[in-house]
């Protein structure tokens, strides 16, 4: 048995639909099932969903206050007023920023940025960097990506004479600024039928409504916006990332060339995993560490060597979030593990003194990662009396709905059902705590603490290869709600699997299936190769791709979980690091170890392993062993099968990890034959008498026999009463009945080890395997008995 480290989740399947999507739309079975599993239920929808970038965009004016918003923005280009874009710090408020900011210059309007700095002033806008606005003569202030919560800054706006248009993305509260526009999606009233635009999908509606016409321009940057903040890739988001991702192939935008040679990226190379892993890090790490406004002028520069030099000091500064973000998780795992122990905390909220807050959503996605529980990480500033923070969430827990409850103590919060971020006073801190903990507990179930990987189909190897694999691609880019597929493989044998890599943390497999084969890489899950045995049967998921090597090209699945729904034999006889297997099985608890030589128990119980050692004396005692659903190892060869029988009556073993030392090798050694018999017996006649002790040895050279092959034949002659021994001298009997050899205990139990060792040691893996699942038979039997 190997359990999964995730619960496996399968969408169910229309068979029926997927065939007709098949026929119609002339695409593999693999792609059809995707699409049937992914919510399409017509073949207009799916025809739809892989020609995105055939469809149009919405009108912009759809919108609810799009036409305010307008109106008011081409007025102040006309009357030359300063017009103050206020943006957010992260890639999507940066991409936004520059959306916008790039489209009123176009304009030709006198347009400036501000984005707030993470540790001085938060999120959002506020009261002082409007007033400082209105001082330094702007009149016009729209946000982007922000301010959907600004309910007291707008006051402020307006009582300043401040117009303000608001664009943002972020769930409305219950209560909107009072603005002269809000432009937002998801805002009551606003009929506009794509409601899951990123902020910079809103800044770009906006600059579509401004222009006329849509700023295909501006794609690549609005791309870059709508991956990295994790919106839904359906709708106008998929259009958005699809072309916006084919510009990005081909940019001529200087700061993307320079971001993009820093990262060591190729620009054919782009796709959305580039943008996810490679340039929204960067991004965002500017704003996680200092000012946010260097990411904005390297997207808008045109200067080379500047591009250049700010993508340098960009990049130095992701690495130095990555060492932050590395030392800020071990701190706080070490506060879980010591204060907050997840056994009585359902939701974790965990707060430090100097913890950087740029980087403590990175920290809260990895304490999530870790221990799977909706997580807050907080970082204390004791010298304002607050804490500033960002959450992560899990299935089944609504962050947004949950810190709704507790508005009361989060002056400023905002954020989605599966992310937020809020500041809060140090004394509410506790509060907070407590109050989710006492949510969550009536919320969650046991099960909900496992982590679900979502199965997007079961298909078998021969449904598997390049052309369906290339044929998935029709699907990307993948990202929210529509994930990279993630397949599912079942009754599959493990033809071969070894180690891969530097230091051997890696994972090479071959799977089979009738005669169909696929290899599959498992990155950083070397140990399940001490978890699977040879040719066992099991189910695997992962994600599929091409391996392209030595001008072959060849179907690959990235190995994301295994799960073995049988029982495992691991055949460790003839080892002699005995030390080496026991710590690799004793890391699980349910582990136990079985001997039936009392010095083999005292040893491992010196060496530590009392927890784990139980010395069989007798068929009783195996019998009250209750091993069902362990992992058994069994050191040493029992006197005899049935200390097996009588050892699983209670049920089978997950694993039997099988050693089987002796001392003593009965199978390989000299086994006189009934013609050793004869003569030895026709030569103790003649002699009449023979002293074993002093002559056995030199008899044994003479005849080319171990002196143990004298001394065997001499004791089964005794049992048999063939003989009589005293102090070593033998003398034979002159009554003699004829008896047969088996009649001699020493000689059936020699027989009886022989076959034993035979059985046990002897034989070949499958065979063994095949009499373990005899013995388990048999010891049913013994129960209904």
């Known amino acids: 048995m190997l359990k999964a480290k995730t619960r496996w989740v399968v969408q169910p399947s229309d068979e029926t639909l997927f065939q007709s999507l098949e026929e119609s739309l002339s695409i593999t079975p693999l792609v059809a099932s995707l699409l049937v599993n992914r919510g399409f239920t017509s073949i207009e929808q799916a025809r739809e969903f892989l020609q995105t970038e055939q469809q149009a965009f919405h009108d912009p004016f759809l919108l609810k206050d799009m036409d305010k918003a307008v109106i008011r923005i081409k007025t102040a280009i006309e009357n030359n007023e300063h017009i103050l874009i206020y943006g957010d710090y992260d890639a999507d408020g940066v991409s936004s920023t520059t959306v916008l900011l790039s489209t009123l210059r176009k304009l030709g309007a006198q347009a400036e940025f501000y984005i707030p700095n993470r540790f001085t002033e938060g999120y959002g806008p506020n009261e002082a960097a409007f007033r400082q606005a209105h001082n330094n003569g702007f009149s016009l202030i729209i946000t982007v990506d922000t301010g959907i919560a600004a309910v007291h800054e707008a006051d402020v706006a307006k009582e300043l004479g401040l117009d303000l248009i608001i664009t943002d993305h972020h769930e409305p509260g219950p209560v909107l600024p009072d603005a002269l526009a809000i432009i937002h999606p998801k805002q009551p009233e606003c009929p506009y039928p794509f409601k899951e635009l990123a902020g910079v999908g809103v800044a770009f509606k906006l600059s579509h409504a401004l222009l006329g016409e849509v700023p295909s321009d501006l794609l690549e940057i609005a791309a870059i916006g709508t991956i990295a903040d994790l919106v839904t890739l359906h709708g106008e988001n998929r259009l958005i990332a699809k072309k916006g991702i084919k510009q990005l192939n081909t940019t001529s935008r200087t700061g993307l060339k320079a971001l993009l040679k820093v990262a060591n990226v190729k620009s054919t190379d782009i796709n959305e995993e580039t943008i996810g892993f490679a340039l929204a890090p960067r991004i965002n790490a500017v704003g996680r560490l200092q000012d946010a406004d260097p990411a904005v002028h390297l997207l808008m520069t045109e200067d080379a060597e500047e591009a250049f030099e700010i993508a340098k000091e960009i990049d130095l500064l992701n690495k130095e979030r990555q060492k932050l973000v590395s030392s800020m998780t071990e701190e706080a795992i070490e506060e879980v593990e010591t204060r907050f122990p997840i056994a009585e905390n359902p939701v974790l909220v965990i707060a430090k003194e100097g913890w950087n807050p740029g980087v403590v959503g990175i920290v809260a996605s990895r304490l999530v990662e870790h221990y799977y529980r909706p997580t807050i990480v907080l970082s204390i500033d004791k010298e304002k009396g607050i804490a500033k923070g960002s959450a992560r969430s899990i299935v089944g827990f609504d962050l ?339 008896r047969d050899l088996a009649e001699s205990a020493t000689y059936a139990k020699k027989q009886s080890q022989i076959e034993l060792e035979k059985t046990l040691l002897y034989t070949s893996y499958s065979q063994l395997k095949q009499w373990f699942e005899e013995r388990f038979q048999t010891s049913e039997g013994l129960v209904n008995v």
């Open 400 to 738: 947004f709905e949950s810190l709704s409850t507790c508005r009361d103590i989060l002056p400023h919060f905002g954020g989605h059902p599966m992310a937020a971020g809020m500041t809060l006073e140090l004394q509410n801190v506790d509060v907070l705590r407590t109050r989710l903990v006492k949510i969550a507990g009536n919320l969650l179930t046991e099960e909900d603490f496992t982590p679900i990987t979502k199965v997007d189909v079961c298909c078998k190897l021969e449904d598997i290869s390049v052309k369906s694999i290339e044929e998935m691609q029709l699907l990307a880019p993948f990202g929210m709600h529509n994930p990279k597929p993630v397949i599912k493989i079942e009754n599959v044998i493990l033809a071969n699997s070894r180690k891969i890599g530097a230091e051997q943390n890696h994972l090479k497999l071959v799977f089979e299936q009738e005669e169909h084969q696929l290899d599959s890489v498992g990155f950083g899950l070397g140990h399940f190769y001490d978890e699977l045995s040879p040719t066992v049967t099991l189910s695997a998921i992962g994600e599929l791709s091409i391996n392209e090597w030595n001008n072959m090209r060849k179907p690959q699945l990235m190995l994301h979980d295994v799960k073995v729904n049988c029982w495992q034999l691991f055949d460790f006889r003839g080892t002699r690091n005995i030390d080496k297997l026991l710590k690799i099985v004793c890391t699980a608890e349910n582990s136990i170890i079985i001997t039936y030589q009392a010095s083999q128990f005292e040893n491992l119980k010196q060496k530590g392993y009392g927890k784990y050692i139980t010395y069989v004396e007798s068929t009783a005692h195996a019998q009250e062993l209750n091993v069902k659903n362990k992992h058994l190892v069994i050191l040493d060869i029992p006197s005899s099968l049935e200390h097996l029988d009588f050892l699983f009556t209670q049920g089978k073993p997950d694993r039997i990890y099988t050693v089987f030392q002796q001392e003593v090798d009965h199978f390989f050694a000299t086994i006189p034959t009934r013609e050793h018999f004869k003569w030895y017996y026709a030569f103790l006649m003649k002699r009449g008498t023979f002293n074993v002790k002093e002559l056995g040895e030199k008899l044994a050279q003479h005849k080319g026999w171990s002196k143990e092959t004298i001394e065997f034949m001499s004791q089964v002659f005794f049992e048999l009463e063939f003989v009589t021994i005293e102090n070593g001298v033998i003398s034979t009997n002159s009554t003699l009945q004829k």
